[in-house]
């Protein structure tokens, strides 16, 4: 019983060390990008930007399909979604492997401004969530998800909704018809996948994971979803 008690005991200790150091390299990967280029500043350059979009000059159902497919509970959570973080490690744990992140739009926000290029993947999920709690701190929710809008990546070289807009469709934003915000709300999650230009089939798969949440959440009807999956 004793040697059982102290295996315990000396698994605890190396959980407790491999995590310290883990959130504390992640915590300096956040510490030196924040000391190279601040908060504020990023923020300022992609407003400064000649493609940034305001969210007023984004329909409101583009936003609506955004939040439904990457993080239904945006409005409601902080910097990070410990119920979303608990169903990703459940579903990865059965599928056995990295299949979910669980990573709301705020943390998703922090990797394009900062961590886009970084490969050690542990780290850069803590460095995330520190940068998560600056942006929930400083900025609102409606200033958040208009960055998300302007920094994801939508594949073909269109970074932001108004490039991938004038690319995809050859329109203003603020002129994108339902299905077509739709569609674009899909692309984010596998750019090189789901881009239509080229996989116009699971592109047209993605979007009825979008419609089919829209519905889940309560921003569309099932009349309205099945009008737009004819």
């Known amino acids: 019983m004793k040697f059982v008690r102290r295996l315990l005991l000396f698994i605890l200790v190396i ?16 510490k030196n990008a924040i000391s190279e280029v601040s908060l504020d500043k990023k923020v300022s350059n992609i407003r400064n930007d000649v493609n940034f979009v305001k969210i007023e000059d984004v329909p409101k159902y583009y936003e609506e399909a955004i939040i ?12 990070i979604d ?16 990295l299949n979910e992140g669980g990573s709301t739009i705020t ?11 970084e490969k050690n993947f542990v780290y850069r999920k803590i460095a995330e969530i520190f940068l998560a ?7 609102s929710k409606d ?5 998300y809008f302007n920094t994801i990546y ?32 899909g692309i984010p999650n596998a750019p090189s996948v789901y881009a239509p230009t080229v996989n116009p089939e699971l592109a ?25 999956e004819e």
């Open 143 to 147: 200033e958040i998800l208009e960055l």
């Open 68 to 79: 439904a497919v990457e993080d239904h509970r945006f409005k409601e959570h902080g910097a």
């Open 154 to 185: 939508f594949g073909e070289g269109y970074y932001g909704v108004k490039e991938a807009s004038k690319g995809y469709y050859k329109k203003e934003p603020k002129d994108l018809s339902l299905y077509e915000a739709s569609m674009l709300a």
């Open 133 to 139: 709690f600056d942006l929930e701190n400083n900025y």
């Open 204 to 228: 047209k798969s993605r979007q009825g994971k979008v419609i089919r949440s829209m519905v889940e959440y309560g921003y569309l009807s099932q009349e309205e979803a099945d009008k737009l």
């Open 82 to 97: 410990i119920i979303s973080i608990g169903r990703a490690l459940v579903s990865n744990i059965q599928a056995k492997e």
């Open 107 to 117: 943390q998703q926000v922090a990797k394009n401004l900062y961590f886009i290029t």
């Open 15 to 30: 959980i407790v060390l491999v995590s310290s150091f883990i959130i504390f390299n992640g915590y300096n990967m956040y």
